[in-house]
Nanobody
């Protein structure tokens, strides 16, 4: 069964950090481009960061320099390290890969 399961969300103060994880099962993880998207209340889902099977990364302008996507192929896991978090980063963060979505993890940035 193909599945992506996110973890690591929570409440953090502005300027803080969080690391999200996405564990994949049932897909050929190493061969797939993986990505993180987010959806804030009342807004469309948007691409945050992506990483190719070869490790090439790309980021939304709004997170460049603050967020880092990485992957661990032996663990079938993709990560999103988020630093210098801002209130506008508040959203549900979704993992995507092999044309499937995880259920999301909520990140709230607030003092």
């Amino acid at each position: 069964q193909e599945q992506l399961v996110e973890s690591g969300g929570g409440l953090v103060q502005p300027g803080g950090s969080l690391r999200l994880s996405c564990a994949a099962s049932g897909i050929i993880f190493w061969a797939n481009r993986m990505a993180w998207y987010r959806q804030a209340p009342g807004k469309q889902r948007e691409l945050v960061a992506a990483i190719s099977s070869g490790g090439t990364t790309n980021y939304a302008n709004s997170v460049t320099g603050r967020f880092t996507i990485s992957r661990d192929n032996p663990k079938n896991t993709v990560y999103l390290q988020m630093n210098s978090l801002k209130p506008e980063d508040t959203a549900v963060y979704y993992c995507w890969g092999s044309n499937i979505w995880g259920k999301g993890t909520l990140v709230t940035v607030s003092s």
